[in-house]
Antibody, heavy 119, light 108 residues
């Protein structure tokens, strides 16, 4: 059974770079037609898609975050990662890694990790 | 990019039927998917595609679409259905994912 788990610092200082990793178990991220996503949710607010990376390596970014975001994958470790630069308080959120099907549904989610940006 | 519009809140009496809607231009090209999220938990996909339920989702959940408005219907709402519900779809014209702002369902 495929499982996803986020890892990374829970506290990041303002203006620094947020880095998170999603470890995937139960299946290879490179051997499928799925997209691997980062989605965030600020406290008390809704879901926001951040970025996707396809098993082929193709990437897509939310236009509102594109200038600050990089998504990448390491097939040897069966992981994919997120970097968000120049963070500020508005970036405080629960970050989820997830697997998206080609038609856009997200069936599999990690448990989420709260990242707080401190001043 | 496109937007998906949802009502902020909806309420339903226990055992009654409730419809939660999601409107957007992207629904001209893509189906809406629906997620249930309870406090402190990750979202759970409850309806995807035309009207498909993942394994383990009760059949009281169903989906439909009329024009540019997708609906999630809960027939015979239960207390455990009280949650936030989000719709999403692909963004037409771009390989992006978009989410509605969510609807808080209260079961009275």
């Amino acid at each position: 059974q495929l499982q996803l788990r986020e890892s990374g610092p829970g506290l990041v200082k303002s203006s620094e770079t947020l880095s998170l990793t999603c470890s995937v178990s139960g299946g290879a991220i490179s051997s499928s037609t799925f997209y691997w996503d980062w989605i965030r949710q600020p406290p008390g607010k809704g879901l926001e898609w951040i970025a996707s990376i396809h098993s082929s390596g193709t990437t897509d970014y939310n236009p509102s975050l594109k200038s600050r975001v990089t998504i990448s994958m390491d097939t040897s470790k069966n992981q994919f990662s997120l970097k968000l630069t120049s963070v500020n308080a508005a970036d405080t959120a629960v970050f989820y890694c997830a697997r998206q099907s080609p038609l856009g549904e997200v069936l599999l989610w990690g448990q989420g990790t709260l990242v707080t940006v401190s001043s | 990019s496109s937007e998906l519009t949802q009502d902020p809140s909806v309420s339903v009496a226990l055992g009654q039927t409730v419809r939660i809607t999601c409107q957007g231009d992207s629904l001209r090209s893509f189906y809406a998917n629906w997620y249930q999220q309870k406090p402190g938990q990750a979202p759970v996909l409850v309806i995807f595609g035309k009207n498909n339920r993942p394994s383990g989702i009760p059949d009281r959940f169903s989906g439909s679409i009329s024009g540019l408005t997708a609906s999630l219907t809960i027939t015979g709402a239960q207390a455990e259905d009280e949650a936030d519900y989000y719709c999403n779809s692909r963004d037409s014209g771009a390989n992006h994912l978009i989410f509605g702002r969510g609807t808080k369902l209260t079961v009275l």
